[in-house]
Structure formats: C-alpha cells, structure tokens
C-alpha cells in the first residue's frame, strides 16, 4: 500500500517550458488536491477534484491546469513555466472534503 | 488570504516543556484539523476535532476548539527533540463550485532543544 505517490520529485524548468506533475493514490478516495508550499505561505489550494471527471479552483489557480481522467490519479499541468511558479508542489488524497488528508512527499520544482 | 492563521509564527522550547500554537480561523466549519510537517517532507495528519468538540486528547497532543471565537489550541505536552517540525491547522471551507475544500494555515515552526 504506497498510499500518495508524486513524480517526479524534484524538477528544473526554463521559462516557457511546460510539464506535467502526476499524483497518484491507492486508497479509493474521492477527493485529491493539489497544493503548493511557499516559504512563510504555508500552504496554498491550487485546483481540487471531488471525483472522476470532476475538478474545482483553489486559491492559487492561474497558470495551472488539472485532469483527474481516472479516479486513482490526478495531474497538475503547468502550459508556460514562469519563475513565481518556483515553489514546493503536494498532492494529498482523502475520502471527503472535511475529514483527513493523505500527503505525498512533495515535489519541488525550480523555474529558471 | 487564508483561512487558519496560527499563532506564533515560530516557538523555541526546552526538552519537557510544554507547547501552545494556535489557530484563528474566518468562517464556520465541520471540523478542524492539524497536520505537522517534517522539514523536507509532507505533511502528516495528527488529530481532528468537530466542530460540536470542545476538547479532544491523543497520546501528548491535546486540542481545544472554540467554535463563538473561531479559534483553536493544540498543546503539545513534556516536549522531545523529535517533535521539531512544523504545525498546521486546516479547516473545511465551502468552494464556489458547492464543494468542501480543505484549507490550511500559515503553520507555526517548532523547535524543541535537547
């Protein structure tokens, strides 16, 4: 049981470039969410999803797009990198939209 | 601007000496929740409180919630080393789209020395 699984776990980007980071969880859960860690930010919702084929706004979405194409699985997609995108990316996993969550271990993505 | 804000930004104890953080937060919710945070690493669910709660214990860790002041406690009692990490607090909040999203605050950096 990997519980949240995030690749890749360290990236470089140039600006303008694009990527995709890729989440997936084994627990069955609905809700995945897509979070980015700045220093003295804490932590900032990107885009969530309630479900298969479902996905909402955070806080933070510009410049990030999402697909959750199979309920395992949730994707994070930058278009055209720019430097304030440079930050700590988790995905987390849970079964409701108020109980406990489920962290991966982080990515963390450098835009040049 | 977030949800949860905790209280002190960064805390420097003593081995066995207690720790209080706290969390403010700005709209009604199901449950509160705190989470610590390794350096390097995600996050880690510790305990989660109702909102008809008022207190609830786990091992060391006691939290309060004060639902009419929107404001939480976590307590941390006879503090190790190996409690250094960062702590957050995360409440449900209600998205445009009707969905609950979960939320988190600014976290309090805890430094415990031997």
């Known amino acids: 049981n990997a519980g949240v699984t995030q690749t890749p776990k360290f990236r470089v980007l140039k600006t303008g470039q694009s990527m995709t980071l890729l989440c997936a969880q084994d627990?069955?859960?609905?809700?995945m969410y897509w979070y980015r860690q700045d220093p003295g930010m804490g932590l900032r919702l990107i885009h969530y999803?309630?479900?298969?084929?479902?996905?909402a706004k955070g806080e933070v979405p510009d410049g990030y797009n999402v697909s959750r194409l199979k309920k395992q699985n949730f994707l994070l997609g930058l278009e055209s990198a720019a430097p304030s995108q440079t930050s700590v990316y988790f995905c987390?996993?849970?079964?409701?939209?108020?109980?406990?969550?489920?962290f991966g271990s982080g990515t963390q993505l450098s835009v040049l | 601007s977030q949800q949860g804000e905790e209280d002190p930004q960064a805390l420097s104890i003593q081995e066995g000496e207690n720790a209080t953080m706290n969390c403010s937060y700005k709209t009604s919710i199901n449950n509160l929740q705190w989470y610590r945070q390794n350096s390097g690493r995600g996050l880690v669910h510790l305990i989660l409180?109702?909102?008809?709660?008022r207190e609830k214990h786990s091992g060391r860790l006691r939290v309060t919630l004060d639902t009419s002041k929107k404001s939480s406690s976590l307590l941390i009692t006879a503090s190790r080393a190996a409690d250094t990490a960062s702590y957050f607090c995360a409440t449900d909040v209600l998205g445009n789209t009707g969905f609950q999203k979960l939320v988190f605050g600014t976290g309090t950096r805890l430094l415990v020395s031997p």
């Open positions: 627990m069955n859960h609905e809700y």
């Open positions: 409180i109702r909102s008809n709660e």
């Open positions: 987390a996993s849970g079964g409701t939209g108020y109980e406990k969550l489920f």
């Open positions: 999803s309630v479900g298969e084929g479902t996905t």
